[in-house]
């Protein structure tokens, strides 16, 4: 594919490829949902196990790297088709000097997303904590409890006993 396109550009004909991308977690995810075999898999039975499908994929992602490195990439991974059908036809529309910032822009909103996702799982993992903090701290006052000073009245006469010195006989 790098041949032809060095030979369309050298026709005079403006040429720019589009690489669609994906996390390898998201392309696991893809294939599993369609039960179809990636190309590349080792395996002779019908279903790829998880690291056969891995290894293929990265296999794939060598092969494909000059590609990839010569064209404007648009990581797919949290995005809709309805989302990639529009940015798709953005480009096209776009004269050449556009392009560059339209992979600009998307590069942004891809890394957007991305850290809204980290956001999200970080404010949870910090729930969670501090949910633990409480439940901790609630546990360790009742022990702590246990060794504060009681006060007792007797005829009159206040007195603080502390928790060891008491004895009660509980018959």
Known sequence: VPLQLAQLR?????????????????????????????????????QDTRRDLVDAIEHERELLAELRERALVIDTSLIRSAQ??????????APRGQLTLQG???TMRQEIARLR?????????LANTQRQQRDQSSDFDSRLRKFEP??????????????HDVQIDRS
């Not at 996390?23 to 002779?44: G, K, N, Q």
């Not at 996702?117 to 993992?125: A, D, I, K, V």
């Not at 009681?150 to 005829?155: F, Q, S, Y």
């Open 117 to 125: 996702g980290s956001l999200e799982e970080q404010t949870n993992e």
């Open 10 to 46: 050298e026709a005079g004909m403006q040429v720019q490829s589009l690489f669609l991308d994906s996390t390898t977690e998201t392309l696991v995810h893809r294939f599993s949902e369609t039960r179809r075999r990636h190309p590349l898999s080792r395996d002779d039975s019908l």
């Open 150 to 163: 009681i006060a007792v009245e007797i005829e009159h006469c206040a007195h603080l006993f502390k928790a």
């Open 104 to 106: 600009q822009i998307e």
């Open 84 to 93: 990639l059908q529009g940015y798709v036809k953005a480009l096209a529309a």
